[in-house]
């Protein structure tokens, strides 16, 4: 079987602008044509392409509604703005008018996934939520499925997807993202998830949150949000996760690889250094060889979670092992790339957190490469646990690279530790940012060279990436 890619089942649609008012619940003022399709729709002025329309929602700092007139600029051809909203000289040609632009664009939400009749997965996590999607997508695709995109996962952005889609969607996979409670619970009132994951807890947001128990509960929303007929996918493997799972209504899919307890679970693992892992993934319903592409050991615990989530549509171990075959990571989350002077680069500079960054440095140590360079930014809203985490990072580096670039606020500490931990200091080095840091990585490149590149997104490692590739 050749698996299709679950980006083959649907299509962004072009919305016409009378259909997107019925969804919204909104009025629409249009001196033209109703019949207009818009082309894509953005709730960021700066994002306008001709063609576009343009939500404006409120923000903490700033509103929406103060740059609709930018958006007319750049070519909006339809603004969905607040009944108070007065139109100015410069306004895109069609207006649908709401009382709430952001209860407007939650309900439409809700009533466009109940057109569409998709059965919702939700997926959470501190770490791996997009490359569990994708997985799950994957494991899936057996039956019309779509996903929300690259790390759409906020309460803006996942509804600006979900209003393009068009049927058939049986399945919608929706990564879900939270920075305080609460939430989550906001993302499960309107896209009505059936089966809800959770991959694991750890500390990313702990800054925010203050614990790792309020971190738990803060993700245990979306278990609280299953109907009873629903499904909760849950690592057995996270003490965390044990502690939170019991508020489900719905039965309970457990995955994992080291407890018994999880039905779903990863044995006989050979970690393959870049060219992968292998495994049997093990179910209810029998055993099955997994092949992963991606570098990266952990990845086979996301894997196990998708053949939990599959289980509840009645795909077996056998076909999701099939399907992930095709597996590939998401942009900036671990990709194997060329760099140059015969360089590897391993792109995992979307994010970071203490346990991603320990299992990416796995990835560097595993490769075999004699000469492996970390360059490691900042990991950010780690609170009062700051200092300790990049402290740990510099031991961990110490043991998995062989030269380290710190980049950020924290680059003495990281640079300190790694010291500490026995490494030469000639062979460390700290950049103050991604282009100081750029510029220290390009003269140490060279043929078998392997590169790993992580941070915090605020850090912006992708402009690293960018020098470094051939």
């Known amino acids: 079987m050749s698996p299709p890619d ?48 343009f939500v404006a929602l409120p923000g903490e700092e700033m509103d929406g509604h103060a740059f609709v007139a930018d958006a007319a600029r750049r070519g909006a051809a339809l603004a969905v703005v607040g009944e108070a909203y007065a139109a100015g000289p410069e306004t895109p040609p069609l207006l649908i008018r709401v009382g709430d632009t952001a209860a407007a664009l939650r309900a439409a939400c809700s009533r466009r996934i109940g057109e569409l009749g998709a059965t919702v997965v939700g997926v959470t996590g501190s770490v791996g ?62 896209t009505h998830p059936t089966v809800g994951v959770l991959l694991n807890v750890g500390q990313a947001h702990i800054g925010r949150l203050g614990s790792e128990a309020a971190i738990a509960d803060a993700k245990a929303e979306l278990l609280e949000a299953l109907p009873r007929d629903g499904v909760g996918v849950v690592n057995a493997d996270d003490p965390r996760v044990i502690g ?24 006989a693992v050979e970690a393959g250094g870049m060219l992968g892992s292998r495994a049997t993934l093990v179910g209810p319903d029998g055993r099955a060889s997994l092949r992963l592409r991606a570098p990266g050991r952990h990845l086979l615990l996301d894997a196990a979670a998708a053949a939990a989530v599959a289980a509840a549509f009645g795909v077996g171990v056998g ?24 360089s590897t680069v391993v792109d995992d500079s979307y994010n970071s957190s203490p346990s991603s960054l320990a299992a990416a440095l796995e990835v560097l140590r595993g ?3 004699a000469d492996r360079l970390a360059i490691i930014g900042d990991m950010l ?52 940012d991604a282009g100081q840091a750029a510029e220290l990585a ?25 020098s470094l590739l051939a």
């Open 442 to 466: 390009l003269p140490l490149l060279g043929p078998g060279t392997v590169v790993l590149v992580k941070g915090s997104r605020g850090i912006g490692l992708d402009a690293v990436v960018e």
């Open 244 to 267: 939170v799972a019991g508020r489900s209504r719905a039965p309970l899919h457990w995955f994992g690889e080291a407890s018994r307890q999880a039905a779903w679970r990863v044995e």
């Open 367 to 369: 490769s075999g490469a």
């Open 319 to 342: 076909e999701v092992a099939e399907r992930l075959v095709e597996f590939e990571p998401a942009d900036h989350r671990g990709r194997i790339l060329r760099g140059r002077e015969g």
């Open 129 to 190: 939520k997009t490359t569990a999607k994708e997985m799950c997508a994957l494991a899936l695709a057996g039956r019309p499925t779509a996903r929300t995109p690259g790390n759409l996962n906020t309460w803006t952005q996942i509804p600006l997807h979900v209003l393009r889609l068009v049927p058939p969607v049986e399945r919608l996979v929706v990564e879900m993202a939270m920075t305080g409670p609460g939430e989550i619970a906001d993302l499960a009132a309107f």
């Open 6 to 53: 679950p980006r083959l089942w649907h299509h962004p649609a072009v919305l016409r602008a009378d259909t997107l008012a019925d969804l919204l619940g909104g009025r629409l003022i249009a001196p033209a044509d109703a019949s207009l399709e818009i082309l894509d729709l953005v709730s960021d002025s700066r994002a306008v392409t001709p063609g576009t329309g």
């Open 381 to 432: 809203e780690l609170g009062d646990r700051t200092l300790a985490a990049h402290r740990e990072a510099g031991r961990r580096a110490a043991v998995a690279a062989t030269r380290l670039i710190a980049v950020g606020a924290q680059a003495a500490v990281v640079a300190g530790a790694a010291v500490a931990a026995g490494m030469p200091g000639a062979a460390v080095a700290q950049a103050e």
